[in-house]
């Protein structure tokens, strides 16, 4: 079945447009938030201060990093160095960062947020996600004795077979905490990441403040129409995670990105398969954050603002879908809340 583009969300997100700069969506809470951003997962460590810095030079206005990515000090650094340039103002820039899954347990919200916090070093956090629905043990590092210090703690916990050692926290008591975050205003928004749609239900009809966005991975071969359908309909965006589909490590998997009619629609539109692809997903309701740390490449996946794909070429690229998801975490699949065993 072909779904109809929600209106709703091309609507927002086809504001006016500045060549310069990114668009904005107004997130349900006021804020504004550009709809392209710097993904940081996996970017070399030593290299990243420098991409960050060349991002925020290039006009990108949104980064996103985590807890998790072990990099954001380094982002912290590059942006309070652009603001220092004079460049940039703390306000003019969205930094996103997320709460891993070892600190879900009470108590441990708070002293995670505390460590990302301290670690960007930004004044306030534009927004904090919850990483992942599936809770793990908190197991100390063979050298660490300290339970206070977040940094004493396996961020990957897994028995002898390699499995991950889940843990049984509910995703409500960890939203509760989040909200608190909120309230002592060093967090300006709250969100999810990696829920499915009976979770954000869930959230959304148990909490005070609302999810402004879910991060979920979406790319033309998992375009993730029904929950951003879903997700829009309630007022909370959809964040798209490895938009371009990971290509440096597709293993041989059919990546839209390599389809040769991409590349004959990126002849017709002077743009490159990266540029359709982002383009894309940004027309199909979602806000992209592509990782690059090579200064082309980011130009390149910038440079989306200047041109729109036509209805009959959406439709084409719809039909890439077939729901290929490149992370899956097999061994939590028997968890309760893995996220990704019911349809979306
Ligand atoms: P690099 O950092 O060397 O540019 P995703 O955001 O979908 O997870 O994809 C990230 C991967 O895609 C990285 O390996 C990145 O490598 C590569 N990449 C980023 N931008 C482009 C682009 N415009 N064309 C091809 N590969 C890209």
Redesign the pocket.
């Known amino acids: 079945m072909t779904l109809i583009l929600p209106t709703i969300s091309f609507l927002i997100l086809m504001p006016t447009i500045d060549a310069k700069l990114a668009q904005t969506i107004t997130l349900n809470n006021g804020y504004k938030m550009p709809i392209i951003g710097l ?1 940081t ?1 996996e ?1 070399d460590p030593g290299d990243n201060e420098r991409a960050v810095g060349d991002a925020i030079a290039i006009g990108y206005r949104h980064i996103d990093t985590a807890y998790f990515y072990k990099n954001e000090k380094e982002v912290g650094n590059a942006v309070r160095t652009k603001i220092a340039e004079g460049l940039i103002k703390r306000e003019d820039i969205f930094v996103t960062t997320k709460l891993w899954s070892t600190f879900h347990e009470p108590g441990y919200v708070e002293k995670a947020f505390k460590r990302s916090f301290d670690n960007l070093n930004l004044t306030y956090i534009d927004l904090y996600l919850i990483h992942y629905p599936v809770p793990f043990q908190r197991l100390l590092k063979n050298d660490s004795f300290s339970v206070n210090d977040v940094s004493s703690f396996q961020l990957s916990p897994v028995d002898e077979n390699g499995n991950t050692l889940t843990a049984d926290v509910d995703y409500l008591i960890v939203w509760h905490a989040m909200e608190k975050l909120v309230e002592s205003g060093q967090v300006r928004s709250i969100g999810l990441s990696n829920f499915n749609s009976e979770q954000t239900e869930r959230v959304l009809s148990n909490s005070k403040i609302k999810p402004v966005t879910n991060q979920v991975e979406c ?1 033309p071969n998992l375009n993730q129409r029904k929950l951003i359908e879903f997700s829009t309909a309630r007022n909370v965006t959809i964040t798209a ?9 597709s293993n041989g998997k059919k990546l839209a ?1 390599f389809d040769p009619k991409v590349l004959e629609l990126a002849k017709k539109y002077n743009k ?1 398969p ?1 540029q359709i692809i982002l383009r894309y997903t940004i027309q199909n309701g979602a806000i992209v ?6 200064k082309n ?1 980011m130009k ?2 910038f440079n989306i603002f200047d041109f729109e794909l036509s209805n009959s070429d959406m439709q084409f690229m719809h039909q890439l879908n077939n729901n290929y998801r490149l992370f899956e975490y097999s061994s939590e699949k028997n968890h309760k809340y893995y996220p990704f065993n019911i349809e979306f």
Do not use: D, Q, V
Request: glycine letters at 8%; proline letters at 12%.
């Open positions: 993904g997962f970017s790319h995670y490895s938009p371009l589909g990971r290509p440096s490590s990105i490159t990266a954050i592509p990782k690059s740390t090579n490449r390149e996946n």
